[in-house]
């Protein structure tokens, strides 16, 4: 796989905004791929290439993780506390995108170690908009840091 073929992981469990935020990349000319994972369990699942990820064990890690706060059976705050407490997905940038405009969310999110706090704009028009300075942001201009170790490899 190569560094432009890595993926994003979209962390939603909402199926019209999953649908939404894939068309809105579209729309903003993101080609990169997107993967999706529709709880907690499934994106650490995912990051550690265990269970029905287990085929993505030796993958490089995603390009950056879209997270919803709001999961089914591990919210958003405990998987971004698991993906800092791990030595492999530490230095993995976290974008919280999420509808809760609880200023307890925000601060928790970034205590947590979140590189950014979007909440998704109510229209299809912002919504485009916010995608494609996202993935203008965190696919082209950021750089991140020279090593981030795929699953199960030692760091």
């Known amino acids: 796989m190569t560094e432009s073929e890595r993926p994003i992981l979209l962390v939603e469990d909402n199926p019209d905004d999953v649908d939404l935020t894939l068309r809105a990349f579209k729309r903003a000319g993101i080609t990169r791929p997107v993967d999706v994972a529709r709880d907690g369990v499934e994106a650490l699942d995912y990051l ?11 993958q490089p890690l995603p390009v950056v ?5 709001k999961l089914p059976r591990i919210d958003g705050h405990e998987v971004l506390r698991h993906i800092r407490s791990d030595a492999r997905t530490r230095l993995l940038p976290v974008v919280i995108l999420t509808s809760s405009v609880e200023d307890t969310d925000l601060m928790r999110g970034y205590g947590g170690g ?8 109510v229209s299809y028009t912002e919504f485009v908009e916010a995608a494609r300075q996202l993935g203008l ?8 840091p020279p090593t981030v170790l795929p699953p199960g490899t030692a760091g």
């Open 114 to 121: 979140a590189n950014s706090y979007v909440r998704k704009p």
């Open 48 to 58: 550690h290439g265990r269970g029905a990820f287990a085929s993505r064990a030796q």
């Open 65 to 69: 993780v879209l997270l919803d706060l």
């Open 137 to 144: 942001y965190w696919l082209v201009l950021n750089h991140e």
